[in-house]
């Protein structure tokens, strides 16, 4: 009766071993999901902000080159008109 009752205790202490490893298993599945998650959106986050900067930036350099070549079609213009 006495090995009987040890071995529904050694049962019990198993079996809520085997519940708390199954318990730590998740919680890191879980936690290496959230961790991925949030690698994949940081990614995201740079890879439209690098794209938005490189857009902005080619913007600039066309209006700056558009202004360029208006002004100095102006002065040549003026130029032309002061010299006839």
Known sequence: MLLLLLLLLLFLLLA???VVVVV????VVVVVVVVEVVVVVLVVVV??????VVV??????VVVVVVVVVVVV??????AV???
């Open 47 to 52: 890879v439209v902000v690098v794209v938005v």
């Open 16 to 18: 809520e071993v085997l």
């Open 56 to 61: 902005v930036v080619v913007v600039v350099v």
């Open 24 to 27: 730590l298993v998740i919680e």
């Open 82 to 84: 002061a010299l006839s």
């Open 74 to 79: 102006v002065v040549q213009q003026s130029k």
